[in-house]
């Protein structure tokens, strides 16, 4: 199992940047890839991007190519979400997912995602 936990966020205004970290522990050598999904009130938990943790491919929903980048720091087992030229439709709470064989980075559906972080509050503002 691997442990993931969340930081980074905050409130921020519209046009704005913010870096979020997920830091891994645990058997993290059975990640086969990393991603980030974010949910906000009411709504389902969406996908934003993931990246194959040995190759560093890099796969982003659509709607967020271009302000959204995700990277990876292997020696310190830890996933970012940079996340430039923020909307208030961005305001949700970030999930970090650890993938192990494959199947969420195919799919990017959460549910064949089998480890997730504690999540961190983003709110961007008008």
């Known amino acids: 199992q691997v442990q993931l936990v969340e930081s980074g966020g905050g409130l921020v205004q519209a046009g704005g940047s913010l870096r979020l970290s997920c830091a891994a522990s645990g058997r993290t050598f059975t990640t086969y890839a990393m991603a980030w999904f974010r949910q906000a009130p009411g709504n389902e938990r969406e996908f934003v991007g993931a990246?194959?943790?040995?190759?560093?491919?890099?796969y982003y929903a659509d709607s967020l190519k271009g302000r959204f980048t995700i990277s990876r720091d292997n020696a310190n087992n830890t996933l970012y979400l940079q996340m430039n030229s923020l909307k208030p439709e961005d305001t949700a709470v970030y999930y970090c997912?650890?993938?192990?064989?494959?199947?969420?980075?195919?799919?990017?559906?959460?549910?064949?995602?089998?480890?997730w972080g504690q999540g961190t509050q983003v709110t961007v503002s008008s």
């Open positions: 990246i194959r943790w040995g190759s560093a491919s890099k």
């Open positions: 997912a650890a993938d192990p064989r494959g199947l969420g980075l195919k799919s990017q559906a959460s549910k064949d995602f089998a480890s």
